[in-house]
């Protein structure tokens, strides 16, 4: 069973900044790992993708520019630096893995795998 552990979340103002981090307990099940979020009366959405093999990643429109992933693949970690935060980004965030990576699109049902989740706040 493939565990994922996200930490980093807590609470800012707008325009701080945040890091996580998703540690995965299986390097061939995480192939592709990525950050969603879902915020109270709301649909989960995709954040940022990261492919482990050539590091190549793809962005929601709304965080472009503002949150970058990054992994280090000797620790099986994947990281979401978030800068210029808004509130509109206060959610749950949600590590999430699979196997493969279509780059083409951030949508939920292509992981197999996911973490508890760790809350992000951001007030005015």
């Known amino acids: 069973q493939v565990q994922l552990m996200e930490s980093g979340g807590g609470s800012v103002q707008a325009g701080g900044s945040l890091r996580l981090s998703c540690v995965g307990s299986?390097?061939?099940?995480?192939?592709?790992m990525g950050w969603f979020r879902q915020a109270p009366g709301k649909e989960r959405e995709g954040v940022a993708i990261i492919k482990r093999v050539d590091g190549a990643t793809v962005y929601a429109d709304s965080v472009k520019g503002r949150f970058t992933i990054s992994q280090d693949n000797a620790r099986n970690t994947r990281y979401l630096q978030m800068n210029s935060l808004k509130p509109e980004d206060t959610a749950m965030y949600y590590c999430?893995?699979?196997?493969?990576?279509?780059?083409?699109?951030?949508?939920?049902?292509?992981?197999?795998?996911w973490g508890q989740g760790t809350q992000v706040n951001v007030s005015a």
């Open positions: 299986d390097i061939f099940t995480t192939a592709c």
């Open positions: 999430a893995a699979d196997r493969w990576c279509d780059l083409r699109r951030l949508v939920p049902t292509d992981f197999a795998y």
